[in-house]
Every structure is written in structure tokens, then in C-alpha cells.
């Protein structure tokens, strides 16, 4: 089936180190692929949605400056948390897609703690 | 706009115990309706899938059936295990498929030997 690889699956680090995310589509293209996060015991908070090649569109109350997102080829969208501070700590899961089609896969999620 | 409500958890079992987690949308249309699955520190797993009216989708003893009259999508197991503790999301897709999924809040299933 679909397999969608998110990289690394935990990091912590110190406050205002910038923090990258990689999400490979291993064995489809993935022409959408999304970025979510999830607090403690809650549902998905959708941030935003990229198509290959197109800049990300994101959703209300998420700072694009603060999360930037490549979607530069068909297999690999990276999310890139800047000077990462501790209220920025939480679990970051990609999701993909071909366009038009469902379901979406999903990766098994990055736990991102800063210090 | 497209929403999914399911009931609130945690719901705690013993094993081989019946299983039902209600799940009811609202969306325009025919919308795709989806159950995934959560482990602990995993991302989510699609569990089953139903794309259209009296459509079943079903899945490691797990079914659920798209209902349209009723709206819902309730996700039924005849006899869960201590495997089966994880969180479960109800989640739809619009009907031109190119909307991100909308997912309930999600139910924390516990099973107890």
C-alpha cells in the first residue's frame, strides 16, 4: 500500500534553533501533501496544504513565517519550524495525497520538544 | 461548512466485548467518509473507507456503514482485544475530493484484559 516516510520521528532541541521535517512519499506521487499537528489527547489541527511546485496555502492562525513549507517535487515536502520556541512543542504529522484521490496517508509523525 | 462529530471518549472495554463508536458529519453532497486509527506515538492508520451510500467498509473485524439518511458512520467491532487500545477518527472528504480530510476529535478506546 501507500507509504508515506516522515523524518526524524523525534527531536529536541534549544529554544531558537530552526527545526526541519521531511515527508517522502515513498511509492506514489504525492501532488498534495499536509502538514498537522496534534496537541496532548486532541484531534488533528490542520496547518496548511501544499501542492507540488505551488506555495503552501495555510490555514487561519498559522504563522507561514514561522512555519515554512517546501513541497518541491512530487515525493518530498519538508515543514520548517524557525527559531523554534518551547509553546512550539508538539507532534507535527504530514499527510499525502495524489490529487483528486483519497484517501490521505499519512506519516507516523514527528515529536518535536524545545528546551 | 463540511464537519464530523463522534462521541466524546475515553470509552474503556473488557476484551471480546461489543464495540460501537458513533460518528454523524454534515457535508454537501456525497462526501468520502473515512475511520483511521492512531497508536500510541504513531501517526494515523486508514482503518476502512466508504465512498458512497450504503456502502460498508470493513477492516481487521471493524466495519461501519455509510448511512445517508442518518448521516453517520458508526464503527462497530463484534469482539475487541487488548490490540484495539489506540484513538479512532471519523473523518470525511468532500465530494470533489479536493479538500484536506475533516477529522472528529477522536475517541480513545481502552481495552482491558
Known amino acids: 500500500g501507500a507509504v508515506v516516510s516522515q523524518h526524524p520521528s523525534w527531536v529536541i532541541c534549544k529554544s531558537g534553533t530552526s527545526v526541519k521535517i521531511e515527508c517522502r512519499s515513498l511509492?506514489?506521487?504525492?501532488?498534495?501533501m499536509f502538514w498537522y499537528r496534534q496537541f496532548p489527547k486532541q484531534s488533528l489541527m490542520l496547518m496548511a496544504t501544499?501542492?507540488?511546485?505551488?506555495?503552501?496555502?495555510?490555514e487561519q492562525g498559522v504563522e507561514k513565517d514561522k512555519f515554512l513549507i517546501n513541497h518541491a517535487s512530487l515525493t518530498l515536502s519538508t515543514l520548517t519550524v524557525t527559531s523554534a520556541h518551547p509553546e512550539d512543542s508538539s507532534f507535527y504529522i504530514c499527510?499525502?495525497?495524489?490529487?483528486?484521490?483519497?484517501?490521505?496517508?499519512f506519516g507516523d509523525g514527528t515529536r518535536l520538544s524545545i528546551l | 461548512g463540511d464537519s464530523v462529530t463522534q462521541m466524546e471518549g475515553p470509552v474503556t472495554l473488557s476484551e471480546e466485548a461489543f464495540l460501537t463508536i458513533n460518528c454523524t458529519y454534515t457535508?454537501?453532497?456525497?462526501?468520502?467518509l473515512f475511520w483511521y486509527v492512531q497508536y500510541p506515538g504513531e501517526g494515523l492508520q486508514l482503518l476502512l473507507k466508504?465512498?458512497?451510500?450504503?456502502d460498508k467498509g470493513s477492516n481487521k473485524g471493524f466495519e461501519a456503514t455509510y448511512r445517508k439518511e442518518t448521516t453517520s458512520f458508526h464503527l462497530e467491532k463484534g469482539s475487541v482485544q487488548v490490540s484495539d487500545s489506540a484513538v479512532y477518527f471519523c473523518?470525511?472528504?468532500?465530494?470533489?475530493?479536493?479538500?484536506?480530510?475533516?477529522f472528529g476529535k477522536g475517541t480513545r478506546l481502552s481495552v482491558i484484559a
Open positions: 499527510s499525502a495525497r495524489v490529487q483528486g484521490h483519497q484517501p490521505q496517508h
Open positions: 511509492d506514489f506521487q504525492a501532488t498534495t
Open positions: 501544499s501542492n507540488e511546485g505551488s506555495k503552501a496555502t495555510y
Open positions: 457535508a454537501t453532497g456525497y462526501p468520502s
Open positions: 466508504a465512498t458512497k451510500a450504503d
Open positions: 473523518a470525511l472528504s468532500g465530494e470533489s475530493g479536493n479538500t484536506p480530510l475533516v
